[in-house]
């Protein structure tokens, strides 16, 4: 089944601490992005760990291959189970991760960022492009041929990338919005059953849960919408 991960942004490492024992039970996954680890840094990933709560690091790392295979290795070393990277690091710096993860970290490949519009991704290529999909595609590609464990993908993307990439390459979807929810600034959002749907393995939830006012509520009512979708 599907599993929520809630993601610790736009807080100190105090706060986040405070939300995860509110929470208390109803989540056992986290994801600390670069906001929260340059506030609380590995810390804040031990104190997750000493609640026996598992890790999802967002630091898509795009270095040089020593220095990410470094990063991976820290990271390993502090219990993280998700790690991103970008895979516009270079085949070689993805297989220099792969090789630090030792399958002690799972790695999950970040293609563009979602940020990124077709114009924006033809400055940075210095080429004309067909469309991002296709250029999301090529770029998966290298992540599977360089034995990364997973994706981030909308959940929009998903169901289309698990086709054109067939893979068993688990599928990290952020822009999660339970039906009828605000927006927030996230364009393209998917509820629960629609992502589950996609082929989702990992749903990332962040403010639909830090910012309701009860925020065990929330988890516990996204768990149930993750549950029903996955139920025949
Ligand atoms: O608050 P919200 O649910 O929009 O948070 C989504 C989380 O997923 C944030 O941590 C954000 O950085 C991350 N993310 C995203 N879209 C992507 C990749 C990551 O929203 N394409």
């Known amino acids: 089944m599907a ?23 109803a989540c056992g996954f986290y994801k600390v992005g670069l906001e929260l680890y340059t ?3 590995p810390d804040v990933v031990r104190a997750l760990g000493e609640r026996d709560r598992r890790v999802f690091l967002d630091l898509k790392l795009y270095d040089i291959p020593n220095t990410v295979a470094g990063a991976v290795r820290s990271a390993a070393g502090l219990d993280v189970e998700l790690l991103t990277v970008h895979v516009a690091g270079g085949p070689r710096m993805l297989e220099a991760a792969r090789e630090a993860a030792k399958e002690r970290v799972k790695l ?10 077709a114009s924006e991704v033809e400055v940075v290529w210095g080429r004309e492009i067909d469309s991002v999909r296709d250029e999301v595609a090529r770029l998966a590609e290298l ?23 067939p893979s068993d390459l688990l599928l990290v979807t952020p822009g999660i919005r339970p039906a009828g929810a605000d927006r927030g600034d996230q364009r393209r959002v998917a509820t629960p059953a629609e992502a589950v749907a996609a082929g989702a393995d990992y749903l990332v939830v962040g403010r639909p849960v ?23």
């Open 39 to 41: 506030r609380g840094g």
């Open 3 to 25: 599993e929520l991960i809630v993601a610790l942004d736009g807080m100190s490492a105090e706060e986040a601490l405070a939300l995860v024992d509110r929470v208390g039970d």
């Open 143 to 165: 992540a599977r041929n360089a034995g990364m464990d997973g994706l981030v993908a909308s959940a929009l993307e998903a169901s289309w990338l698990r086709r054109s990439v």
């Open 210 to 232: 830090t910012r309701a006012p009860d925020p065990r509520a929330a988890v516990l009512s996204l768990s149930e919408e993750i549950a029903a979708a996955g139920r025949p």
């Open 108 to 117: 999950v490949a970040v293609t563009l960022l979602t940020s990124l519009g």
